[in-house]
């Protein structure tokens, strides 16, 4: 095992990559589960690691799709892990119904699933394009919220990303109103922003995200922060923090996690000159140093 595992990780077509951290048990060490959009290994793609740097192939971790589902178009899951030991997954998919990408909810006992959805429709169905990146977010007082993106930009509207807070009782209902927080509003980032994930750190709220079209070399990572999970959020003027170069283009739609006391980001990008080819999108992570408050990729 290596103590940085900086670099390409997964070869294979593994889009919108979320990494989820279990602590180690009597029976099983620290294990980390990556989940990503529909491809080769199912629905819901799904490996596992010990060190972040070695991922092994576990399989679908939703091999069976609600009614309301319409099959392949399954993107972005993250999970949350929840006070009673189990877990939910919030995740894109086509609804039938309306014929737009909506979020649904699904639960499991374990972390490698199977995930069944819980709600029988859509948790989250937008007239606004539909909804699409779900990223839970469990707050230092243990409240629960949901990030998501309006699909605008599937209809010619702003893309705006979402909170709501989840209800303390039920991983599969909302309360409150939800609060806008951004949108695309500068030149790098094109015609929409996507693909949220909040992150605290010295009670500031760091909220990552993705901006311009997923098939182009412009796609890249930026973020934004707030001293209060409802905002205002200032964007850095650093932006955009991961852009290609001669090894991979249009890194973004990002994720963090801990290990080892060190911050690391996992991305999806494509490779160099294969941008919407069908080597698909590939696994990738860095680490991430807070440097005046300011993260900075390095690896």
């Given amino acids: ?11 294979g077509d593994f889009p919108d990559p979320f990494v989820l951290a ?6 099983a060490p620290r294990r980390f589960y990556a989940y990503a959009t529909n491809g080769r290994l199912g629905n819901v793609q799904l490996l596992m690691s010990t060190d972040l740097r070695t991922w092994d192939e ?4 939703m091999p069976r799709l609600p009614a309301w589902v319409r099959p392949g178009r399954t993107w972005a899951p993250e999970v949350l892990p929840l006070p009673d030991g189990r877990y939910a997954m919030y995740y894109t998919a086509r609804c039938v119904a309306t014929e737009r990408q909506a979020i649904g909810v699904a639960v499991a006992d ?3 699933g199977p995930f069944e959805d819980v709600l029988g429709g859509p948790l989250l169905d937008q007239d606004e394009g539909g909804s699409i990146d779900a990223s839970p977010f469990t707050d230092v007082d243990g409240r629960r919220y949901l990030l998501w993106k309006n699909d605008g930009n599937a209809v010619g509207l702003d893309t705006w990303i979402h909170l709501q807070e ?28 996507e693909g949220p994930f909040l992150w605290r750190r010295d009670g500031r709220y760091y909220l990552f995200y993705a901006a311009n079209a997923f098939a182009d070399p412009a796609y890249a990572e930026g973020y934004a922060v707030a001293d209060a999970i409802t905002g205002p959020y200032a ?41 919407g080819g069908p080597e698909g999108r590939r696994f990738w992570i860095a680490e ?12």
């Fill in 235 to 275: 964007k850095a003027p650093e932006n955009p923090i991961l852009v290609g170069d001669a090894r991979r283009e249009g890194p973004g739609h990002a994720s963090l996690v801990e290990h080892d006391g060190r911050t690391w980001i996992a991305y999806h990008a494509w490779p160099a000159g294969g941008v």
């Fill in 166 to 193: 989840l209800d303390p009782e039920d991983p599969a209902r909302l309360v409150g109103e939800p609060v806008r927080l951004l949108k695309q509003d500068r030149p790098w980032e094109g015609p929409l922003v």
């Fill in 288 to 299: 991430v140093r807070w440097e005046d408050d300011r993260p900075r990729i390095f690896g």
């Fill in 110 to 112: 374990a972390p490698e």
């Fill in 22 to 27: 279990v602590p180690p048990s009597a029976s």
């Fill in 1 to 11: 095992m290596t103590s940085d595992p900086s670099g390409l990780v997964y070869a």
């Fill in 58 to 61: 576990v399989g679908d971790a």
